[in-house]
């Protein structure tokens, strides 16, 4: 894959800044440096490798994932001002999409651009010279965050692009890269095997890793994505086992500090982010209002807002807000201020992967399945009481009324966070949508229909024939 490096000046000894280009004759997961810098200089130090490390963050974008994650659901509108040259994620949203649209490509070359980085950086560590015990112990630190980090990314790219929603040990995953190559041709292995590499990854991760920071890949984030990843693969002991770990290291965030989280004025709660600057090419807020254009691409589903109490619930007045003066400029009222940012720094927000109430209704969902419904009600009752004023914990006789308590309040707590989409494709659930959402034509799109699956990008079918199969009906 040809790659166009973009080296920042806050960034001097960053290697592989490369964003792939689309006319690429050559494949995908094939990354060629064509301008690096001396890899003698950058692995000479632990401080010059931190650095390569920084780059790995500096260029991980899963706001692509996230975008797909959002607009093939239910949790949006368009905006009737998002037309034209500025009609972002139309395509999406209306399941028009095709194999050749950047907005399928975007994930695949991202996330595998940034796996090399990783890769080129593992596969230099050792040579790395250590002065003290002190640098001997940030060497494995790093070598145990970049592992993580390649399990994570993997992980994305197995949510958008798996051949199967719901976990078939025998359908097909994507590649799994453990190293940089020129000349591979990777085939895509079956789920079982993919599994096999992910999580060998996370073992090998886990005693070298600590908790020092939420801006790094530490311990309680790999711990949330392996039960992220347990839940998805329905390894359900696993997932109650490692959201309770999280859940004992990182608490819940009071009401009163919640909303603080969304204006990144404290850091309750989150157990890992991506640090977003003015330099960052793309902003989660850039995904739902185009500031050049002073229009709203994307606002809240009226679906999704009927579901919480506007007064009593903290997550209604943290991620929406309602502008009167709107409807004059051609807009509605409600818009999505999640990402919404400041004046003069406009939707700029960190963007936040792991947070513990996610790992509260991982552990429930799992718990229920294992057969353990007094978990699943009370880690259901102790996120709403966290979230809603006045809040009575509700008590469930039908295990499949608490299934669906459940998921409508992964629905409510995880909105725009690209969960949505993969959550019901995991579970082989339609897409659907209110009558307000959307035209009679995108109101519902069934398992077995061809855009109810993310294709591989034709770029990658053209130039790898061990790719193949696409995925059913591509």
């Given at each position: ?428 659930l339609p897409l659907e949508r209110s009558a307000e959402d959307a035209e009679s034509s995108f109101l519902a799109l069934a398992p077995d229909a061809l855009h109810y699956y993310i294709p591989i990008p034709q770029s990658e079918v053209m130039a790898n024939p061990n790719i193949r199969p696409n995925n059913k009906g591509w």
């Amino acid at each position: 894959m040809k790659l166009n490096h973009i080296l920042k000046k806050t960034l001097p000894l960053l290697l592989f800044l490369g964003i792939c280009s689309m006319s690429s004759c050559k494949k995908m997961l094939d990354i060629k440096p064509s301008d690096q810098l001396d890899q003698a200089d950058v692995f000479s130090s632990v401080a010059k490798l931190e650095m390569g490390v920084t780059g790995v963050y500096e260029g991980w974008y899963p706001e692509y994932a996230l975008r797909i994650g959002t607009l093939m659901a239910d949790e949006c509108r368009i905006g009737p001002q998002n037309s034209g040259v500025s009609s972002a994620g139309q395509n999406l949203f209306r399941w028009t999409f095709s194999s050749v649209d950047e907005e399928i490509l975007a994930p695949w070359k991202n996330d595998y651009t940034v796996i090399d980085r990783v890769n080129r950086l593992l596969k230099g560590l050792p040579a790395v010279p250590v002065k003290n015990e002190k640098e001997a112990g940030q060497l494995k630190a790093i070598k145990g965050e970049l592992l993580a980090i390649r399990a994570c990314l993997h992980f994305e790219l197995y949510q958008v692009y798996a051949y199967s929603g719901v976990y078939r040990a025998e359908a097909y995953a994507v590649p799994y890269m453990l190293e940089s190559s020129i000349s591979s041709q990777p085939s895509r292995p079956l789920s079982a095997a993919f599994f096999d590499l992910f999580y060998k990854d996370l073992d090998n991760a886990e005693p070298l890793l600590n908790n020092d920071s939420n801006v790094r890949l530490g311990l309680n984030a790999l711990w949330a994505l392996r039960a992220r990843a347990a839940l998805y693969t329905q390894k359900y002991n696993e997932a109650v086992l490692y959201a309770g770990k999280v859940i004992k290291q990182v608490p819940l965030a009071g009401r009163s500090g919640f909303e603080a989280i969304w204006t990144d004025q404290n850091n309750a709660e989150v157990i890992f982010k991506l640090k977003r600057t003015g330099l960052s090419k793309i902003k989660p807020g850039d995904l739902f209002y185009n500031i050049s254009a002073d229009r709203m691409l994307f606002v809240p589903s009226v679906k999704l807002m009927a579901l919480y109490d506007p007064v009593a619930d903290v997550r209604y007045t943290s991620w929406f807000k309602t502008d009167s003066s709107l409807p004059d400029k051609g807009e509605l009222a409600q818009f999505i201020s999640k990402y919404q940012g400041e004046k003069g720094t406009l939707n700029l927000r960190d963007l936040k992967l792991f947070r513990t109430g996610e790992m509260y209704l991982v552990r429930a969902e799992a718990a229920l399945y294992n057969g353990d419904q007094q978990m699943a009600e009370k880690d259901l009752n102790t996120l709403r009481t966290a979230r809603i004023q006045g809040y009575s914990d509700q008590h469930f006789n039908d295990k499949n009324q608490l299934q669906a308590a459940l998921s409508a309040e992964r629905f409510k707590e995880l909105p725009y966070e690209g969960q949505r989409y993969f959550d019901l494709k995991r579970q082989n659930l339609p897409l659907e949508r209110s009558a307000e959402d959307a035209e009679s034509s995108f109101l519902a799109l069934a398992p077995d229909a061809l855009h109810y699956y993310i294709p591989i990008p034709q770029s990658e079918v053209m130039a790898n024939p061990n790719i193949r199969p696409n995925n059913k009906g591509w």
